[in-house]
């Protein structure tokens, strides 16, 4: 095989093997954030329905203390009506009677619902609690395994990286300066085999000439049609 285009086949062997690499961190990194944002999701759904259950459980023991107070009131009026020396005063006593009573009946009611909100609010906390520890394990196996997959992406990387410095360092200039616009015009394909007589990059059957000359793989021709580097592999005899 002529030595340019070797080095070439070479150079598109490890660009592609290098894009796939990028590719693959890139959905890494695609599903450690997804990973990430569940579990920063998860925790602040436990964090929200956690300080609503302690607002509960604050207003609770402030409408207890209410009910407290307005105990004592009622007792206070209830008791106040055996010292009364006049119908007027009566009527009033009776009337502060009512108001305590029907405020401690609000209260009482109030309070009752309380406790169902807490109860319900708890229920959902310890169920959010048990998602949150089951998103926590799968965010710890994710950042470990991506950890270990970035890691092995990248010593590959930067392997292929020599590898390419290396072969680059062998192809002319002129030759070179093809190879990287038509990778950059061609979707990283500058280099491509033939398949079933056709350019194995933008498929288009090839004339029989034009194979008869790639299969020496002695000099540098090029696709027609979209102007790719051809080869032979030597696949199809």
């Not at 109860?119 to 949150?132: G, R």
Request: aromatic share 6%; charged share 35%; proline share 2%.
């Amino acid at each position: 095989m002529n030595e340019q285009l070797e080095l070439l086949v070479r150079l598109q062997a490890i660009d592609h093997a290098v894009h796939k690499l990028n590719a693959s961190r890139t959905d890494l990194e695609a599903e450690i954030k997804k990973t990430r944002d569940d579990f920063a999701r998860e925790a602040e759904d436990f964090n929200r329905l956690n300080q609503e259950l302690e607002e509960s459980k604050k207003n609770l023991r402030s409408e207890e203390r209410t009910l407290q107070q307005a105990g004592d009131n009622l007792a206070h009026y209830e008791k106040k009506i055996y010292s009364v020396k006049s119908q007027k005063e009566m009527e009033a006593v009776d009337h502060e009677i009512k108001a305590a009573r029907e405020e401690k009946g609000k209260l009482e009611e109030s309070i009752l619902y309380l406790f169902e909100a807490i109860d319900k609010l708890s229920a959902k906390v310890k169920a959010e609690e048990e998602i949150l520890s089951q998103a926590r394990v799968k965010l710890e196996k994710g950042e470990k395994n991506y950890k270990k997959q970035l890691a092995q992406i990248n010593k590959s990387l930067k392997f292929d990286k020599v590898e390419r410095e290396n072969i680059v360092g062998s192809v002319r200039p002129d030759t070179l300066s093809l190879y990287e616009k038509l990778r950059i015009n061609r979707n990283n394909l500058a280099v491509t085999s033939i398949l079933g007589g056709a350019c194995g990059g933008c498929f288009m059957t090839l004339p029989p000439q034009v194979v008869n000359e790639v299969k020496p793989n002695s000099s540098i021709i090029r696709c027609q049609s979209c102007t790719r580097i051809l080869y032979w592999d030597g696949k199809e005899e």
